[in-house]
């Protein structure tokens, strides 16, 4: 088998071994239901009160950074569902450090299936869907009151902004995992990274200092989750002066950082290996 | 006297506990610096588009983002010291052991708390604080006097802080599953302590409710104290009726509690 | 022979740092495993036995893939299973003493599901390989209960199953009977040794249990300091240990402390209860037929040496050259 055909197995392989795990989990908390059902709820609240923080800071000004109340409920809109679907596939990998800790870990590497996949649906928790309802919500909420000369390749560019986005995130999360290979109580590191990120694209990057922006631009490339592709779709200024296509250049990034995450989780598995702690 | 040696053996300890995390700490200084960085970003828009929001200059609401960052571990504002750990005790039973000790529940978790506070004040408040001071315009005052009256402002804080957090790790004794709880914690942390906006900038009405609610004693009081925006007197007076409000109900529920366990046969 | 299991000189070497001062680390280097050589035919049950830290636990991580030796030769039914984790993973089983993998608040059955579908077991041998271990494991009325509900011993049995359902064929055990009753424990053995008769399985274990050795165990390997001490039958390592078993007689009143010549010599008096210790490789009757006859006996009863009085003693006299070691 090639380097190629190896890399195609083992995606199918762990497609299929994260589907079996994930649905155990479900069952699992199913026996759980009202505890479930109470969780979905005051999931949905704490997110939904997520969004009524800059509904407060929009009832005293008409506007922050130059974007109006609907179009920053569009940045945030976009962020919140790509995180929301990553944090739902892929979340449960930054409990990676406290199953090292336990040595939990070796229960996952005897079974026949790629540990990414075990680690990533390890305790699947399905109540993550209300972080991506309440994107969602806010986000139709943007598309209706935003003013845009919607065109084809606007409408087009936004489920494809929303998935790169939610690669782009599930990238984050798992070369934080990796990390934490390496500092197993480092988990809020990574928090930083992906709740510190969502964070920052809820607001225009017209908010933020310059070496911010470039920093996350180039070097932990979030502002193509939203900031980008939302500046074509409203019309604004780019960030940095990009050119025009970078718009499209979302799926481009998603590739890369997946690239580079899978890089990073090999190396902390191998040193995991060699060191079993 | 034995007693107070006991409660301050119980508090180093609990000290000493927070400090070998290292790493979690480490961790921890690298997310509120970040987290800050935002804010701070945001606020200054924010308070170009309306200058003298909520009463605040550029530099105090720079000032206030660092100081929630600094007070965010230390006064647990969204949750995190040692309520998660009482309500596990409360759900497997091994609270019963604790009721049994020589020692009061409440002032024994009080002590513990308050040795957590004080590291994660020293730990994980003075880093990003100093950070944000030097890197962008702030609003600190330099008479020592001023800071003496924060530094027991926020020893208040402290007591208030504990005195929600004990009542919400209480509630473990009723209800079964205690993540709703804490939920609920989080969120009035992140709304009710002005963590998300200053509760001097809140709409009105919303703004004087929450103002007048026991959250606003932790972050916007020892806040506005520190930057001059109001008298020493006011803020210990407010804090302390909390203190005591939340103290005497944590009392009340824990003797209830008590009763209960006594009943159910522990 | 068929050598299923083989190790050559197979090293593990970690780097240990530990704090010094406020910010000062030392880094030093642990051989956990250290040029270990052995070989492990098909069908044999071999127990695994050393001290806490002696390298078992890290060989066994080395045996199943979880951790990559530092050097050696390392193969298990012809595969490297540090190169090819998954491909091994479905010819070996692998139980943790402490840590059951069985899914905590569903029922025992749902775990043999996920394993049918993980394993990708075929429909009629998972079948027919449940039926057999739920029988021989008594797990009927186990099946739908919820794993969190079992007892101890109830969920080692129902980890055991878990781990032989795709018909691994070799078996890993890490201290299987730890914190079980005498009767879990007496099932648990009874069970192993069915296995490996029957199946023809390869069972390697680790224990602190001596009796888990005695009852199952054609070989016992020691090891300490990740190297090999001891490799050979269980009487050689009594023998090679000196050790000794305990008769605890109880007599009809507190009387001076028993003499029956060099057979045996009294180690503790207590009110009409003495211990006398007397070698392991001897049989207890003729002693026992001895006291009965000379002295007022009401009640007695024989302790076995543990194990960590046999490799103590074992330990005591390093320079002994010990039978069967192939590595020293």
């Known amino acids: 088998m090639g380097e190629k055909g190896r890399a195609r197995y083992g995606l199918r392989e762990g497609w299929r071994a994260y589907r079996l795990i994930a649905g155990m989990w479900i069952r699992s908390t199913m026996a759980y239901r009202l505890s479930f059902a109470m969780t979905l709820v005051s999931g949905l609240l704490v997110t939904g009160l997520d969004f009524v923080a800059i509904l407060l800071m929009f009832s005293r000004v008409d506007a922050l950074g130059g974007y109006s109340l609907p179009e920053v409920a569009f940045l945030y809109g976009l962020s919140a569902t790509s995180f929301g679907i990553a944090d739902l596939v892929i979340g449960s990998a930054g409990r990676l450090g406290s199953r090292v800790r336990d040595g939990t870990l070796d229960t996952l590497l005897v079974r026949p299936a790629p540990v990414l996949a075990q680690v990533a649906a390890d305790r699947f928790a399905l109540r993550r869907v209300s972080r991506i309802t309440q994107g969602a919500l806010v986000l139709a909420y943007a598309l209706a009151a935003t003013d845009v000369d919607w065109t084809v390749a606007k409408v087009l560019l936004v489920p494809v902004t929303l998935v790169s986005g939610a690669v782009i995130f599930g990238a984050v999360l798992v070369a934080g995992a990796a990390f934490q290979f390496v500092a197993q109580d480092a988990a809020e590191v990574q928090s930083a990274f992906t709740y510190g990120g969502q964070t920052l694209l809820q607001y225009p990057p017209t908010v933020f200092g310059k070496e911010l922006v470039r920093a996350v631009t180039f070097v932990f490339p979030l502002a193509f989750v939203n900031w980008v592709p939302a500046a074509y779709v409203l019309d604004r200024p780019y960030p940095l002066d990009l050119p025009e296509w970078t718009a499209y250049a979302p799926p481009l990034v998603a590739v890369a950082c997946c690239a580079l995450a899978g890089l990073a989780w090999r190396a902390g598995l191998r040193s995991y290996r060699s060191t079993g702690s | 006297m034995g007693s107070v040696r006991l409660y301050a053996a119980v508090a180093a300890g609990s000290f000493r506990r927070y400090a070998t995390y290292r790493a979690a700490t480490a961790a921890g200084v690298f997310t509120n610096t970040v987290f800050g960085l935002i804010l701070v970003y945001t606020y200054l828009a924010l308070w170009d588009e309306r200058p003298q929001l909520g009463g605040y200059d550029q530099a105090q609401a720079v000032t206030y983002v660092w100081l929630g960052q600094a007070l965010f571990a230390t006064l647990a504002l969204q949750g995190g010291g040692f309520e998660a750990e009482l309500m596990e005790r409360i759900r497997t039973g091994a609270v019963a052991i604790d009721l049994y000790r020589p020692a009061d529940l409440q002032l024994w978790w009080f002590a513990a708390d308050l040795g957590r506070s004080f590291f994660q004040l020293l730990g994980r408040g003075v880093i990003p604080f100093a950070f944000g001071a030097l890197v962008f315009p702030s609003a600190l005052p330099s008479d020592p006097w001023l800071w003496l009256r924060f530094l027991l402002a926020l020893l208040l804080a402290m007591v208030v802080s504990f005195g929600i957090r004990f009542l919400v790790a209480l509630s473990g004794f009723w209800l079964l599953d205690g993540t709703g709880a804490l939920q609920l914690l989080m969120v009035s942390g992140m709304f009710c302590t002005g963590m998300a906006l200053p509760l001097n900038a809140f709409p009105e009405p919303l703004g004087g409710i929450v103002r007048a609610l026991p959250w606003s004693a932790m972050l916007q009081m020892p806040a506005d104290l520190l930057m001059g925006e109001t008298g020493a007197l006011r803020t210990y007076a407010f804090q302390a009726g909390w203190a005591v409000v939340l103290l005497v109900l944590g009392r009340m529920v824990q003797v209830a509690a008590t009763r209960r366990v006594v009943v159910q046969g522990g | ?328």
Request: charged share 30%; proline share 5%; with cysteine.
């Open chain 3, 1 to 328: 022979m068929d050598a299923f299991i083989e190790l050559d000189g197979v090293e593990k070497v970690f780097d240990v740092r530990r704090r010094t001062g406020f910010l000062r680390r030392e880094r030093r280097q642990v051989r956990a495993v250290d040029g270990l050589s052995f070989t492990v035919a098909r069908g044999e049950i071999v127990g695994y036995i050393g001290p806490n830290g002696a390298g078992k636990s890290t060989t066994i991580k080395m045996l199943t893939g979880i951790l990559t030796p530092s050097g050696g030769r390392l193969r298990v039914a012809g595969i490297d299973p540090a190169r090819e984790r998954t491909r091994l993973a479905h010819r070996i089983g692998v139980v943790f003493g402490q840590r059951t993998t069985l899914w905590w608040d569903l029922p025992l059955i749902d775990s043999y599901r996920l394993a049918h579908r993980m394993y990708r077991i075929p429909d009629a041998r998972y079948r027919e390989n449940l039926d057999r271990l739920v029988e021989l494991l008594d797990l009927e009325s186990l099946l739908e209960v919820p794993v969190r509900q079992l007892s101890l011993g109830q969920r080692m049995r129902g980890d055991i199953a878990a781990a032989l359902l795709h018909d691994p064929e070799v078996l890993y055990l890490d201290e299987p009977t730890i914190g079980l009753d005498v009767v879990s424990k007496a099932r648990v053995r009874e069970f192993l040794g069915e296995l490996n008769t029957e199946r023809g399985t390869t069972v390697l274990l680790t224990t602190h249990d001596l009796q888990d050795i005695e009852r199952l165990c054609s070989r016992v390997m020691v090891i300490d300091h990740g190297r090999m001490m001891y490799d050979g039958p269980l009487a050689g390592l009594h023998e090679a240990g000196e050790s000794e078993r305990t008769l605890v007689v109880d007599l009809e009143r507190e009387l001076p402390p028993i003499d029956v010549g060099p057979a045996a010599r009294v180690v503790r008096v207590e009110g009409p209860r003495q211990w006398l210790a007397f070698p392991a490789s001897e049989s207890a009757a003729p002693l026992v037929a001895r006291i009965a006859a000379e002295h007022p006996l009401v009640d007695l009863s024989v302790r076995e040496p543990d194990i960590e009085a046999v490799i103590g003693r074992m330990y005591a006299d390093r320079e002994t050259v010990v039978p069967g070691a192939r590595n020293s």
